[in-house]
């Protein structure tokens, strides 16, 4: 057996599992489906008369407006208030139930779905307190870190879990812990990476979705969904949980769970994920004011990064200027991009680098061979990408590894057919090289995935230990990041225009 294609294969199977259709809620709360186009009720859970003291199939495909006339106008006014927002609490909605009821309503296609869940008991939560230190953003990296703590700790504070890690995912979509509280006898995951298929990529577009996912009870059995077909539970925030996730929340001691997503630009930048060791139920109410906390979180982040990216991008047009300005003392381009060669290895935290116009080549530092460069160069021509960026070439692009030994990494833009100023028709290509470094990856247990022991058909199983495990990788640079990923393209464009 190959053992890594069989395991890509059963990834493949985890990513194709379709859990907006499990045709179950959780138990912890009650659901009816409603037709957009006259409110008709067509799904509701088996467990309505548990919540609600009203049967489940008597009230199936009937009209709202007839059987839950409370209900219909509750429904009715969000439909006519409601603007943008898909999810929407409604707090003591059905006050005669046994401690009252909240429900969430929620827009979803050509269906309002309905969930209702146990009122808040206790006393009022204290949100302007809870969201005081999150309204002035983040100036630099230290106050960045505090604004960190001060999210878990509000959302420690509303929710009472035990655990609450602030997660980040990287680019490669593995996630790190860069924020913990918790106590002392729960070990901490703090610097830990998580990899990509711990949160596959059908969960993370689910959270792009719902406002907050929570798990009260990973052994409580599920309640069924009458209706004639299997509905859509892709915006419910009742959907049942996949078996494999359930697993992997034992394997570490974990009974209850709760999470919130963070977006910045309309991308999944990270999650809120709490953890409790023994079942415990996140009230709507402190639901809601978590989802109001990490909103508040995401703007301060937001303004944060974007004071950092300007900066960044002020800087690098100042540096990139002056490369310009040198290039205009030279009549061959690469005469006049090696004179600069210190600047640009300096701008790419580069070891070495090459450039070639298509009939020579010049290398400057820690270089490949002349004749690893041309295979370097033949292989970049036939990409269609213009720029590229490699600091794990086996796991990235094989093809390079035999090519850049002993550097282990490239980066590389494309300025091709320059068609004014004296530069005109020339195609250039810029290629910065780092050395070998090995790479030490702290993990949350092995992040190779297990096969299932004692089955029939082979399904991967959740690892059952998440102590430090650590990982040394070879054949490796130092990452090229996001701002390494900026100065390429900066410097392609100025390139561009500049050479012209």
């Not at 809620?25 to 006259?38: E, K, M, R, S, V």
């Not at 999210?151 to 509303?158: C, F, N, T």
């Not at 213009?386 to 282990?408: E, R, W, Y």
């Amino acid at each position: 057996m190959n053992l890594k294609l069989d395991l890509a294969t059963l990834i493949a199977g985890c990513e194709a599992e379709q859990l907006h259709l499990s045709g179950a809620i959780q138990n912890h709360g009650a659901l009816l489906i409603l037709d957009l186009n006259g409110l008709r009720i067509s799904h509701i859970s088996a467990n309505f008369e548990t919540f609600t003291g009203l049967a489940a199939p008597l009230l199936l495909d009937s009209n709202l407006e007839e059987t839950l006339p409370w209900l219909a106008e509750v429904v009715a006014g969000w439909l006519k208030t409601k603007k943008t927002a898909t999810h929407r609490l409604i707090p003591r909605v059905f006050a005669s139930a046994k401690d009252g009821l909240d429900c969430w309503l929620i827009h979803a296609a050509e269906q309002i779905i309905v969930e209702f869940f146990t009122a808040r008991q206790a006393a009022p939560l204290p949100e302007h307190r809870l969201q005081l230190p999150l309204f002035a953003p983040p100036r630099d990296n230290e106050q960045m870190a505090k604004y960190n703590q001060a999210l878990i700790a509000g959302i420690q504070e509303a929710t009472g879990l035990a655990r609450v890690m602030l997660y980040r995912f990287h680019d490669d979509f593995s996630g790190e812990v860069i924020a913990e509280r918790a106590a002392p006898e729960f070990g901490s995951y703090l610097g830990l990476r998580f990899p990509a298929s711990d949160i596959p990529a059908i969960a993370r577009r689910l959270y792009l979705i719902n406002p907050w996912r929570g798990i009260p009870d990973i052994h409580a059995p599920l309640s069924p969904i009458i209706g004639t077909d299997i509905p859509d539970l892709t915006h419910s925030l009742l959907r049942s949980v996949s078996p494999v996730h359930l697993k992997y929340l034992e394997n570490m001691g974990v009974k209850a769970s709760f999470s919130l997503p963070i977006q910045i630009g309309g991308r999944l930048w990270g999650l809120i994920a709490c953890h409790h060791p023994t079942p415990w139920l996140v009230d709507p109410e402190s639901c809601q004011l978590c989802v109001s906390l990490a909103k508040s979180y995401t703007i301060g982040l937001g303004i944060f990064l974007a004071q950092q990216r300007m900066q960044l991008i002020d800087s690098l047009s100042r540096r990139i200027e002056n490369i310009l300005q040198n290039l205009k003392n030279q009549d061959h381009p690469l005469d006049s991009l090696i004179s600069q060669a210190d600047r640009l290895l300096d701008l790419m935290n580069a070891d070495g680098m090459a450039i070639t116009n298509d009939d020579e080549y010049v290398a400057y530092g820690q270089a490949p061979e002349a004749e690893a460069l041309a295979r370097l160069d033949q292989w970049f021509r036939q990409q269609d990408e213009t720029m590229i960026l490699v600091d794990d070439p086996g796991v990235q692009q094989s093809a390079l590894t035999a090519i850049l030994t002993p550097l282990a990494g490239v980066a590389a833009i494309k300025v091709e057919k320059v068609r004014l100023g004296r530069f005109a028709g020339q195609n250039l290509r810029l290629y910065w090289f780092r050395l070998e470094e090995p790479r030490e990856v702290s993990w949350a247990g092995n992040p190779d995935k297990p096969c299932a022991e004692n089955t029939a058909v082979p399904t991967l199983a959740p690892r059952r230990s998440f102590e430090r495990w650590v990982e040394v990788k070879s054949n490796t640079c130092r990452p090229w990041d996001n701002q390494d990923r900026l100065h390429c393209a900066h410097l392609r464009n100025a390139l561009l225009r500049g050479l012209r």
